[in-house]
């Protein structure tokens, strides 16, 4: 029979591990489903951004909140691991999320704002355009985007390698190529729903793999 003191750690665990999964699978989830309604207006702003500015707009503060989730959810990946490449894909992971983040903020709610100026007349048409053609092709936008998504792919690479030496199941390792590819390409549809939905397949896999919880890759120094 459990004592007081065991039931309340038994509890913790399981809280534990229910948040643990709420983050490292919810998140990608959430983000898959939202992206399959990203679209593309970048070639006629006028025509297909100006009337779902206001769409734009939920959808990017949405996304802004849940990309440091999804920063979280990578570094849930090697969580308790110990070691070099470990902590460095952490690291990756934080800086996905810093990075990552700043540029979805000036290529969407940012360009959404001037959108939506310009379709309650707030703004002309043609300023507008041209301000939001202008942030798309931003050099240092672009710059904040390309260090999160290399930021993405290190920490995939590096959490591969450490739950590699680990013990972890192959395959599911292996597949992790899938999201640090996609994520080269924009995130609207489809390759944004591509790229967080390969991580929650793998990421279910790796934590629902036979053995995960007991003693084949528990969490321990991996150099």
């Known amino acids: 029979m459990l004592t007081r003191e065991a039931r309340k750690m038994e509890e913790n665990v399981e809280f534990n591990s ?3 999964r709420i983050v490292l699978l919810g998140t990608p989830l959430v983000l898959t489903f939202l992206l399959l309604f990203h679209p593309s207006p970048y ?14 707009i939920a ?3 949405i996304v802004f909140g849940l990309v440091p989730f999804m ?5 849930l990946l090697t969580a308790g691991l110990e070691g070099v490449v470990a902590t460095l894909s952490r690291v990756a992971a934080v800086v996905f999320a810093l990075f990552y983040d700043a540029g979805d903020a000036i290529a969407g709610i940012s360009t959404g704002i001037l959108a939506r100026s ?4 707030a703004l002309g048409e043609r300023a507008a355009v041209g301000a939001i053609d202008t942030l798309f092709a931003d050099p240092f936008k672009t710059l904040l985007f390309d260090i999160g998504r290399y930021a993405w792919i290190v920490a995939l690479v590096l ?3 450490a739950l590699w030496r680990a013990g972890a199941p192959r395959l599911p390792l292996v597949l992790l190529a899938l999201p640090a590819y996609l994520v080269t390409f924009d ?6 729903s ?10 279910a896999w790796l934590e629902f793999a036979p053995g995960r919880a007991s003693s084949s890759w528990q969490p321990r120094h991996v150099r």
């Open 187 to 192: 995130h609207a549809f489809p390759s944004g």
């Open 59 to 61: 959808l990017h503060t």
């Open 159 to 161: 959490a591969a390698v």
């Open 118 to 121: 310009a379709e309650v007349g």
């Open 43 to 56: 070639d006629d702003v006028a025509g297909e951004l100006m009337p779902i500015a206001g769409w734009w």
């Open 71 to 75: 920063g979280v959810a990578l570094w």
């Open 194 to 203: 591509l790229t967080f939905g390969t991580f929650f397949v793998i990421a």
């Open 18 to 20: 229910t948040l643990r």
